[in-house]
């Protein structure tokens, strides 16, 4: 599960990459809107309702993202670790991405369908789609409310005209690298998500382990493969089987009982006759002496 890990790694530092660009975007944008709004001696509440507008659009998906990284990583050390549950847990963000990624897919899926279905935006004076449809007083859209301060024309507004039709570097740079960030990391993030679905993996993170075994006290069963208790397989001879001899296989024999110096292979010492041993009479009977030599 090691690769497994390595990707989601991986998709982690994708994503933070996007996230630093968004930053990078966010601050770029908002100089401009200072710039744009000195140019052209823009409203208050429209530089106001602007900056607001960029600082919710990159702190919000930049706040899910950082948590989605923070996540993907938080996992990793004990997924390597073999823990089932940073497995669950590492596959919980990955399929609400893919998820997202799919509800994404769906509603792009719409928009060839409101181009070419005739849809238009009454926000600028458009007629709608029913030709027979009531005009509302009260709508911003309405003809009759052009140049009203509280309703403004985004259309006419120097302002915002400047503002979107002025070429950025940095906006065309993150909308080029953004999404192509964002499908890496979501491939890596569903390739680490199969390698854990694999079988392989059950054997890796759900490992079966053998129940320990005890030998059965007297008169119960013995475990299944081992021999009946007092019985031996055939080839064995009845009763206990024999101990391994003194000192182990290859040693040196044994030496014998009394004289240290006897060995097995020349014999032990006889044991001198009963004429030469010396009766005492406060205890048992005695060996004499050895001759001395000479």
């Known amino acids: 599960m090691t690769v497994a890990g390595w990707l989601l790694l991986a998709a982690a530092a994708v994503l933070l990459v996007d996230i630093a660009l968004q930053v990078v975007y966010a601050i ?33 998906p930049g706040a899910l993202a950082l948590l989605l990284v923070i996540w993907l990583a938080a996992c990793v050390p004990p997924l390597l670790r073999g823990r089932n549950v940073a497995r669950i847990f590492a596959l919980i963000p990955v399929g609400l991405t893919l998820l997202c990624c799919a509800g994404q897919g769906a509603v792009a899926s719409i928009i060839p ?14 007629p709608p789609i029913d030709p027979d449809f009531p005009t509302d007083p009260d709508y911003p859209g ?7 301060p ?14 979107y039709s002025e070429s950025d570097p940095v906006w065309d740079t993150v909308t080029l690298l953004s999404p192509v960030l964002v499908l890496i990391a979501t491939a890596l993030a569903a390739g680490a998500a199969v390698l854990l679905l694999l079988p392989s993996a059950n054997r890796y993170f759900s490992a079966r382990r053998h129940l320990p075994t005890y030998w059965p006290g007297y008169g119960y069963p013995p475990p299944v493969g081992y021999p ?62 050895p001759p001395s030599a000479g």
């Open 28 to 60: 770029s944008y908002h100089n401009r809107i200072d710039r744009i709004a000195a140019l052209t001696r823009a409203a208050p509440d429209e530089v106001t309702g602007e900056r607001l507008g960029n600082m919710v659009t990159t702190l919000i």
């Open 113 to 126: 369908l409101l181009i070419f279905g005739g849809l238009t935006d009454p926000m600028i004076g458009a």
């Open 142 to 148: 309405d003809p009759d409310y052009r140049g009203d």
């Open 150 to 163: 509280d309703y403004p024309d985004y259309a006419e507004s120097d302002f915002y005209g400047q503002l």
């Open 228 to 289: 009946p208790v007092g019985y031996l397989p055939p080839g064995y001879p009845p009763g206990f089987t024999p101990a391994p001899p003194y000192g182990g296989v290859g040693s040196s024999p044994a030496p014998a009982f009394g004289d240290p110096t006897a060995t097995t292979d020349s014999g032990t010492s006889e044991d001198p006759p009963s004429s030469d041993r010396t009766e005492r009479a406060d205890g048992p009977a005695v060996d004499p002496p």
